[in-house]
């Protein structure tokens, strides 16, 4: 169904008949139900504490003795919070603690797999262009530039694809 479909079907409902449906797919769909939670209730700050603490335990486990150092955990929420339309502040601060977090863990055990190290350049990538398009880059410029440092100074293999990525301020 189109936009233009689904706009005539929805004018020819009255105000009853709208609010029972909406109640019905907020009952019924999880995607509904977390938009309206969002939406009415925007807690910002504690969704991204949240999410941190995930991410950081995929690195630096609670429960668990092996850290998992799942990328896709991290990304997950950061397509979650666009989706939900969370402050870009805020979606670029978890992109960049994902990172610090991971530098701190290489760091701390020195991953040996190149995957771990490609995984991370991409995500660089998609938080420099993301920082950027908002224009968010002074607010972020001294966590990214000792992130790089810190990088640079753990030698990581993808450090040729960050310094791509680092181009794109120029």
Request: proline letters at 3%; hydrophobic letters at 40%.
């Amino acid at each position: 169904m189109s936009k233009r479909s689904l706009s005539k079907y929805l004018k020819t409902l009255d105000e009853d008949q709208l609010r029972e449906q909406i109640m019905h797919l907020y009952g019924t769909f999880k995607d509904v139900k977390v938009y309206y939670d969002f939406v009415f209730n925007p807690k910002e700050d504690k969704i991204v504490h949240e999410c941190k603490e995930k991410i950081a335990n995929e690195y630096f486990p609670v429960k668990r003795r092996k850290p998992r150092a799942r990328r896709s955990v991290a990304q997950k929420y950061i397509k979650h919070f666009m989706t939900l339309g969370v402050n870009p502040v805020q979606v670029a601060d978890v992109m960049w603690y994902n990172l610090e977090i991971a530098a701190t863990f290489n760091a701390d055990k020195n991953v040996k797999q190149q995957a771990f190290y490609t995984s991370m350049a991409k995500s660089f990538d998609e938080a420099i262009k993301y920082t950027l398009v908002h224009g968010l880059y002074d607010q972020f410029a001294t966590r990214i530039k000792k992130l790089v440092a810190e990088i640079s100074e753990q030698d990581w293999p993808s450090m040729y694809a960050i310094e791509q990525s680092m181009g794109l301020l120029e």
